[in-house]
Nanobody, 115 residues
């Protein structure tokens, strides 16, 4: 079993920044990729950014140029630096880890961007 814990969410004004962190623990034998997803109220969960153990990152178009994902796979950690935040970035942010062919999810951290 793999356990994920997110931190770093909060309330910020538009144009501000936040840094999310996610720590994975448990039976991690092959951590292939980690990523961040956002779920706004009444909407489906959607990918924001993900990074592989090889360092390949990809982003949703809405995050490109503003967000940066980074990972420390030796420590089973992933981070999301979010700059120039907009009200539409508001939502619950979930960390996902792809371990040995299985996806695990954290409980989420709330990000609220006020206009």
């Amino acid at each position: 079993q793999v356990h994920l814990v997110e931190s770093g969410g909060g309330l910020v004004q538009a144009g501000g920044s936040l840094r999310l962190s996610c720590a994975a623990s448990g039976s991690i034998f092959s951590l292939i990729a980690m990523g961040w997803y956002r779920q706004a109220p009444g909407k489906q969960r959607e990918l924001v950014a993900q990074i592989t153990s090889g360092g390949v990152a990809n982003y949703d178009d809405s995050a490109k140029g503003r967000f940066t994902i980074s990972g420390d796979f030796a420590k089973n950690m992933v981070y999301l630096q979010m700059n120039s935040l907009k009200p539409e970035d508001t939502g619950a942010y979930y960390c996902r880890a792809h371990v040995s062919g299985v996806n695990y999810w954290g409980q989420g951290t709330q990000v609220t961007v006020s206009s």
